[in-house]
């Protein structure tokens, strides 16, 4: 019988970079909820690998394609009381509104909003409207006018496509000579929408805010912060909840604007925002700055609530349908006594000539997290939780690289060198800057580009153990110094890090490892101190 009026849920299809079992934990969780209430639930999802294509997750599955005509074909069918498009990713959402305006009962925030959000001039007409800061913006529709909007700002400038996963044709734009080739990406990636380009404001910190409303009111929301600068995409970022950087007033800021744009865009269900904190200047206030929003689960809707113990699913999904939503609560006053980081996961070893760089489109295939009693411990812990991560051994040589403007190059060198262990560099202006640093020693090595096994065997020679390259862009060539270096690291399988942050946070965490027998191999019944239950952590489920 086809007349249970059930509620759809819709499923986010294949696995690939930018959508993964996040999603599928957001539908999962959405569908197990409403069937609590008593709801009639029907999933829609075609991937094999998710939870939710298991028979016994809804009252009916449909193992169909996520396209606008199935997905009506089955509205029809099923006769369904409404439809939700907001637990399972990018692609529900780009059906959206072409479902609403045939009639299908979207259920939650109203697709028309959603739509404005997705348009990035429409997003930020409306962030101006509302008095909520962001970088300085404008949509072209030619490359002269990109031109003079980045000469009147300055470069860099950043291109943002619209209704795009992951970043797809995003790009930081340094000089004038790339603006056309990047210009053109983002029109292609997205050809029936405009492509703004903004400020990219340097140096600066980047937050996520996750959220759900109802009726345009803040129900409950998280804030988790970056370890590396804005510029790495969220997906590959390293993220710290609680944050440990926040002061309070920055924190009751980011609460206000959540509010504004809960409210501003009519909010029922969840949604996601990346903010950038500025570099306070003369002694004034960091601004904050709004720089992406999506109407949506994110993929860090997990990790928030198993970390902070509140099911955010659980509480979108009762706003999203109307029914006993929970009173809005303020969960970022609870004071706790961990910290939890969510490292990336890579799939660099089976991309093989891939450069293993970061920026602001997305490449990585998974993540892992941990706790810890404070952000080395819990980023010591989930390190080595990713696949294939050695620490090197103590006194062994490290590969030193990239942007000697960097402010974290000489505290990162001094901490290696009084560790113990020896720096060698294949530059003579990385050399030059190192050897200037007081106490510090590097060694200018030979290094062959060309020939990977002749590379070996100077990483051989000189028991190089792990990498450390923070240049600013990717290689220009197969034969680039910074290249050849961190796509060795990852053949060889060497620790690569290739941030600023991150690599300084990892040698801050060595630090600490190290003096309580860190570096020691695996014995028998030892546990580390680091290596506890969650419910140890947390105290209660989410």
Not at 518 to 529: A, D, M, N
Request: with cysteine; charged share 25%.
């Amino acid at each position: 019988n086809f007349d249970e009026h059930g509620t759809m849920v819709l499923g986010s299809g294949v696995y690939r970079i930018g959508s993964s079992v996040e999603f599928d934990w957001c539908a999962v969780t959405c569908a197990r909820k409403l069937r609590n209430m008593g709801k009639r639930t029907i999933m829609i999802n075609y991937n094999p690998e998710t939870v939710s294509t298991d028979f016994d997750e809804a009252d009916r599955l449909y193992f169909e394609e996520l396209g606008y005509e199935r997905v009506m074909d089955i509205y029809e069918l099923e006769q369904a009381q409404g439809v939700i498009v907001s637990v399972g990713g990018q692609l529900p959402q780009n059906i959206a509104l072409r479902l609403k305006n045939t009639g299908v009962n979207v259920l939650g925030t109203d697709p028309k909003q959603i739509d404005t959000a997705e348009d990035r001039h429409k997003f930020s007409s409306v962030l101006d409207s509302i008095g909520v800061d962001q970088p300085e913006w404008t949509e072209v529709t030619s490359l002269e006018a990109a031109k003079v909007f980045a000469e009147k700002v300055g470069y860099p400038v950043l291109i943002r496509p619209s209704y795009v996963l992951s970043g797809a044709a995003m790009n930081v734009v340094y000089e004038p000579s790339n603006l056309e080739y990047n210009l053109s990406a983002a029109a292609d990636v997205s050809p029936l929408h405009p492509v703004v380009i903004t400020k990219f404001i340097d140096n600066a910190q980047e937050i996520d805010v996750d959220a759900v409303g109802h009726k345009g009111q803040l129900i409950v929301h998280a804030v988790s912060e970056h370890v590396e600068n804005a510029g790495v995409h969220s997906g590959d970022a390293t993220l710290v909840l609680p944050p440990f950087t926040l002061s309070e007033s920055d924190m009751s800021r980011l609460k206000t604007i959540a509010e504004k744009v809960a409210a501003a865009f009519e909010i029922s269900g969840p949604f996601n925002m990346q903010i950038i904190k500025t570099p306070a200047k003369d002694g004034k206030e960091s601004e904050l700055k709004v720089i992406e929003c999506n109407l949506r689960a994110s993929r860090s809707f997990p990790f928030v609530s198993k970390v902070l113990g509140h099911n955010f699913i659980d509480t979108a999904t009762a706003a999203i349908v109307d029914h006993n939503v929970p009173a809005p609560v303020d969960i970022m006053q609870e004071k706790h006594e961990y910290t939890s980081i969510k490292v990336a996961q890579f799939s660099w070893t089976r991309l093989g000539g891939a450069d293993p760089f970061l920026g602001v489109e997305m490449a990585s295939t998974g993540e892992v997290a941990s706790f810890g009693k404070d952000v080395h411990e819990a980023y010591w812990a989930s390190l080595l939780s990713t696949t294939g991560f050695k620490v090197p051994r103590a006194g062994s040589g490290v590969l030193v690289g990239g942007d000697t403007s960097k402010p974290e190059m000489a505290a990162i060198a001094k901490t290696l060198t009084t560790l113990g262990f020896k720096l060698y560099c294949s530059s003579p202006v990385v050399e030059e800057y190192l050897n200037n640093i007081p106490y510090v020693t590097a060694k200018r090595i030979i290094f062959p580009t060309k020939d990977k096994r002749k590379l070996r065997m100077v990483f051989d020679e000189f028991d190089i153990q792990c990498v450390v390259n923070l240049a600013k862009s990717r290689g220009t060539d197969f034969t680039d110094e910074d290249y050849v270096a961190r796509r060795n690291a990852v053949d060889f399988g060497l620790p690569l890090l290739n941030n600023a942050r991150t690599a300084l946070l990892f040698v801050e965490s060595l630090a600490k490892k190290i003096s309580i027998g860190g570096l020691r191999g695996y014995t028998e019944g030892h546990i580390p101190p680091e290596v506890r239950s969650w419910s140890e952590f947390v105290g209660k489920r989410a």
